[in-house]
């Protein structure tokens, strides 16, 4: 009985060790033309060569297929079954977070001091970590006025352990500020106000433009709609931003006027006193010097605590 081939990709084996004596008939019993049968047959020459073990497909399917068994012999990648894969790539170095000198935190400082708002925005951290975060601003307030430089790292570390949080980038961002590290504060602060969109530090901003010798960057900041979303306190910074950023372009008429508003009259609120001081510094650095000595001493009228030496510029 003749034997059916198992697949049409791979060799059938013959049914005998030799081949037949007996040429192929048809069902009819007569000989054959001496054609080749259109049908397949089992039986095949012995002089056929046995395929190596090298030359066999692999199993499951046709060799050519990505993550098929290739030659064992080409090393082990192309014979890994799980397929051909690129060469690992090495990490980029640039994104890989460093690690940062993080300064001593006095034992006594627990966290708790944060006021509630802010404790409650580092809510979405880890306990542990939230607790780390909140110690780290608390040395912030600690060392303001002390040690500015030290206020620094500890915003710095802060922010490391918590940068998508715009409280505590808007933290980085100041303490960088009152540390002179200009270039750091305006990243630091704009970060932050990607993050919450608040205007609020756009004042700090222009400043730190010009601490970097930018005074039209600043100008262009003073001049943004944002500026329309200020409350009065940081318009009035804003001011008094723009009329610095003046002085820097050697326009100090401009200057001047940048500060002529109704809030000079203002007497109550606490930016009065930085507000009059930067108009009569501005009006002394135009040469004039008598309107200046006047606005002086309507300066030191809101400083009985004398802390601006206004009293002594207006007697000058």
Known sequence: MEERPRNSDRPARPSSGRPSSRPSSSSSGRPSSGRPSSRPSSERPSSARPQSREERPARGGRSDRAGATRQVSQGREVSDPRGFRPAPQERDQSRIRPRIFEPDIPEDVTGEELEKSVRAELLSLSAENAKVVARHMVCVNLYMDVDPELSHKHAVAAAHHAGRLAVVRETAGYAAYRAGHYEIALKELRASNRI???????????????????????????????????????????????????????????????????????????????????????????????????????????????LTDALERSQS
């Open 196 to 306: 919450s969109g608040d205007v609020s530090m756009w004042p700090v901003m222009a400043d730190c433009e010009r601490g970097l010798g930018n005074p039209l960057k600043a100008l262009n900041l003073a001049g943004s709609d944002e500026v329309k979303r200020l409350a009065k306190p940081e318009e009035i910074e804003m001011r008094i931003v723009a009329s610095g950023a003046r002085r820097d372009l050697g326009e100090f008429d401009a200057a001047v006027v940048t500060l002529q508003c109704r809030e000079l009259k203002n007497e109550n609120e606490e930016w009065a006193l930085r507000l009059r001081y930067a108009y009569a510094d501005a009006l002394d650095a135009a040469g004039r010097k008598d309107e200046a000595r006047e606005w002086f001493g309507k300066c030191a009228d809101l400083d009985p605590d004398e």
